[in-house]
């Protein structure tokens, strides 16, 4: 596995807290709440959240990649960068509220850390997968077996930069009804094929692919996974 964390940089701990299900809207106010009131001496949080159906579209997103406007799925618009894309049961959803200032970190090396953390997760289920040039992400490997699920996309990320600090983040898809994401152009391309871990034949825990995500950050953006820190107070979902 490889880590993108500097030898010697003094690791800064992250706050983890796992929401459960939560519906979009509370964990988007939550976000963008936690980011306006924050000083230079918050801690860094990972969220970890399983959402309801729901369709997400970016900032500078065309509507016309919903394929069906009059889906009983919602449909909203969001500060994030990137299309459309969809939150559902079987999804983990980790929300990365960090100082990218005090962990002087640029937005390339922040998605190429996360997409690593994605990568390497899925490496401990013996899944293979890899970046794909101009479409942030995770897929399959081309010369994944069986070939059919080659190129497919397991893993979307999308992120928001305000006062130099990041919320948002990035959905896994573990074991999911992968059928909405057929109501949509996933990312803004057409007929990109979506899959999940179950499909692949990994029966797999939510709560444990949840844990290793957060454990694959952390390694990223801390050098470790004992980084991360249980709250000292917890916020109940919504």
Known sequence: MESEFPANSPVLPIVLRRRGVEDYAASFDAMRAFTDSRTADTPDELWLVEHPPVYTLG?????????????????????????????????????????????????????????????????????????????PGIYLTQDFA?????????????????????????????????????????????????????????????NDVALTLAEQLAVQFCGTAAALQAPAVEIEAV
Not at 151 to 174: D, E, F, M, T
Not at 195 to 201: E, P, R
Request: aromatic letters at 6%.
């Open 59 to 135: 900032l500078a997103g065309d509507p016309a990649h919903l394929l069906n406007p009059n889906s009983a799925i919602p449909l909203v618009k969001v500060d994030r960068g990137g299309q459309i894309t969809y939150h559902g049961p079987g999804q983990v959803v980790a929300y990365l509220l960090l100082d990218l200032r005090r962990r002087q970190l640029t937005v390339r090396e922040l998605v190429r850390r996360i997409e690593q953390a994605a990568i390497d997760t899925l490496a401990a289920y013996n899944l293979a997968s890899e970046r794909k040039a101009g479409a």
């Open 146 to 206: 069986p070939a059919r699920y080659a190129g497919a996309k397991i893993a979307a990320l999308g992120l928001k930069i305000r006062k130099g600090c990041s919320y948002h983040g990035v959905s896994l898809n573990v074991s999911m009804d992968l059928r909405p994401f057929l109501q949509i152009n996933p990312c803004g391309y057409a007929g990109l094929q979506t899959v999940d871990m179950a499909s692949l034949g990994i029966e797999a825990d939510w």
